[in-house]
């Protein structure tokens, strides 16, 4: 069963995420065949048209950004509040089960996103070593200073930080919606936007007191003495935390969600 809850959830939003990331790619080429011909051929129309290209790609990478946080937000509401929410409830299935289908689906988009739009980058510029050469130049350039690093596994925890932090986003804004129009007879919106700026409020406490806790320990002495190379190894370390805490936060928002609709379930 829960695997036919993820299936659902794919055929919901597939044209939606199909439509982004199929647009994207095709906006890089177009940038590419522009950028060749201006390159090629010597007319102030081309290189006007190919600036244009390039600027409309631009604005469409950061609205696609955008959209990854709206669509399953927008989703979250009509499906578990609007149209869709009596007959979301109404399933024989745990509440708890339809969360995590929707928490599995929004990680395939960010990867996707985290595919796509690199690889939309290194259509555009017709550099496919675009981001290793980019990595390169940083790598030699600590390495002039005397540290000498591989960035592999700092991006790699990276992608992972994002993608939690991306997580907790979306749920903090998941979670707000549900306890305001749950628990409120009136100023549902209201309460929803106090609940999101709590949120705020005790995740920046609870990161700046785990900051401190970190800076107390003798933690990144025993790594500096280990490898011999006390900054990427701080930098993963403080990576791999950051993204331990932001998971932990994540499923407790989801089991909170899920108790608030088990308990005070109000249909808009």
Known sequence: MFGKLIKNEFVNRAKSMIALFAGLLIGSVIVFVMNLLADNIDSNFINILSGVTVFVFIIGFFVSGACIFILPLDDFRKRFFKDQ???THTLPVKTS???LARTFCDITMVVG????????????SGEPDFFKAFIDFFEKLLSY???N???TLTILLLLVTYLSSYLFVVWCFNFSYTFGHCLFKHGKRLMSVVCFLGLSIVSNVLTSYL??????TDLFTKIYKATGDKLIASTNIVLLITSAYMILCTGILIALTNRIFKKHLNLE
Request: glycine share 6%; proline share 3%; aromatic share 10%.
């Open 149 to 151: 690093v591989s960035f």
């Open 145 to 147: 200073v005397g540290i």
């Open 85 to 87: 929410g009596y007959l």
């Open 113 to 124: 996103m985290a595919i796509v739009f690199p690889l939309s980058i290194c259509i555009a």
């Open 97 to 99: 089960h339809l969360l």
């Open 211 to 216: 900051a401190q806790a970190m800076d107390k």
